[in-house]
């Protein structure tokens, strides 16, 4: 038998690795008009169920010990000569929106097998242990607020609260879906131990690397975001005999506040990003004055101080708004997150790593929210970002080059390396 070689020679199996994807992504597959494909796997439903069963598989068949969590969240577990050392976690998430793509989420729980693969077929073994983890609904669109697997996680929401919130799209409490898809798991959550580092490879789902021409991202941080449901209650009347001066119109109201938030992002400078992404309207019909709309204005900012200005600025244009229709407006919060920064020591290991693999890389935050932030608070952690086509993720033309899928594991292979304190035996 050959010696094992040195650790910092190991490279992961590309083709393994998209192997698994690909399979990975069979589960509530969507096929487009031109041949792109991407997912829908809604957190806790049948398609997440069958997607964690087999990323549960493939973990018990690499031999690793794998416990679920009470909020449903999965930890695998690869053993480290000391048992006592805290280990080393990739993960990511493995549900996706409704017209979500397969890399998203899954490229970094994906990435984390593979890396435990390497690391068997090398014979390497590590002081620390290492694990894989994957976070339930970081999505978010099935039940708010985002990333909240890792958030109860870490204990930023209390478990109780998270098992009662309820599903936007058929009220299902999570809790009982939990048990339902089988996943209400006998581990306590949050958790008992610190990881000693958090590492998360995940596509960078915008056009920034792409554009450059560069293949890692180094990312420092993830903005702040902030997600409002605005409730606007008018009046429900006939439009054909309901005068335009006596309108009470929620939807005339909807299409203001999206106009304000484009307007407002304007004000704010380059950094500030809104979008009203989701309005639905009551009774819909063609003939009638809406009673009724719920929208929802997502705001995101690197600085927190900008987010609470637009946050401000957005609550007195309702108030005026309400007042001049003659509607009532309400709000309500789904989600609210503080600008995170990762840790320096590891942002510049991923940087070195990179450059060390020959790769272009460039320092950048985050626009989307990630588990990585919530990590953040219990261990130092860091991201690779790897470039996304067109720029194009939530949509399931998403793609990411085999060569930077490659590049990208092998960066997080390298920094999980130098955090495992590896052994050549
Ligand atoms: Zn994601």
Not at 51 to 64: E, I, S
Not at 356 to 369: D, F, I, V
Request: glycine content about 10%; some cysteine; charged content about 20%.
């Amino acid at each position: 038998m050959s010696a094992p070689p040195d650790p910092s020679e190991l490279r992961i199996d590309a083709d393994r690795l998209l192997a698994r994807i690909d399979e990975l992504g069979q589960i509530g597959r969507i096929d487009g008009p031109n041949g792109e494909w991407g997912n829908a796997r809604l957190a806790l439903t049948d398609e997440d169920r069958a997607g964690r069963d087999l990323v549960v598989a493939w973990m018990r068949d690499l031999g690793l010990d794998v416990v679920v969590d009470a909020i449903g969240n999965v930890v695998a577990t690869r053993a480290g000569v000391d048992s006592t050392l805290a280990p080393v976690m990739v993960g990511s998430h493995i549900d996706t929106v409704g017209t979500g793509g397969r890399f998203d989420g899954n490229l970094g729980v994906l990435a984390g097998l593979e890396i435990v693969e390497t690391l068997e077929r090398a014979g390497v073994t590590t002081e620390r242990p290492f694990q894989v983890a994957f976070f339930t609904d970081e999505e978010g669109s099935r039940f708010a607020p985002d990333m909240l697997g890792s958030l109860v996680y870490v204990g930023g929401l209390p478990l109780e609260e998270a098992l009662d919130l309820v599903a936007a799209d058929d009220g299902a409490r999570l809790g009982d879906e939990l048990e339902r898809i089988g996943y209400a798991g006998p581990v306590p959550c949050p958790t008992a131990s610190a990881p000693h580092a958090y590492l998360e490879l995940h596509i960078e789902q915008g056009p920034i690397l792409e554009a450059e021409g560069i293949t890692i991202g180094v990312v420092e941080g993830v903005q702040g975001i902030s997600w409002t449901e605005v409730v606007i209650v008018g009046q429900s009347a006939h439009a054909g005999t309901t005068p335009m001066r006596l309108r009470h119109d929620p939807v005339y109201c909807a299409g203001a506040i999206a106009t304000y938030v484009r307007d407002l992002t304007r004000h704010l400078g380059a950094e500030q990003v809104g979008t009203v992404g989701r309005i639905d309207v009551y009774p819909n019909l063609v003939n009638v004055v809406p009673a009724r709309v719920v929208m929802t204005v997502d705001l995101r900012n690197t600085d927190d101080r900008v987010l609470q200005e637009a946050e401000s600025r957005l609550g007195t244009f309702l108030d005026e708004l309400a007042g001049m229709e003659g509607v009532s407006i309400t709000t309500n919060s789904l989600a609210r997150f503080e600008p995170v920064e990762f840790d320096a020591s590891m942002v510049d290991l991923v940087e070195a790593s990179a450059q060390r693999l020959g790769h272009s890389t460039k320092r950048m935050p985050s626009g989307a929210g990630h588990d990585a932030q919530m990590l953040a608070r219990i261990c130092p952690t860091a991201m690779v970002f790897t470039p996304s086509v067109n720029g194009l993720s939530h949509n399931i033309a998403e793609f990411t080059e085999a060569t930077d899928i490659a590049a990208g594991a092998n960066v997080l292979l390298q920094v999980v390396l130098d955090r495992l304190d590896v052994r050549r035996s």
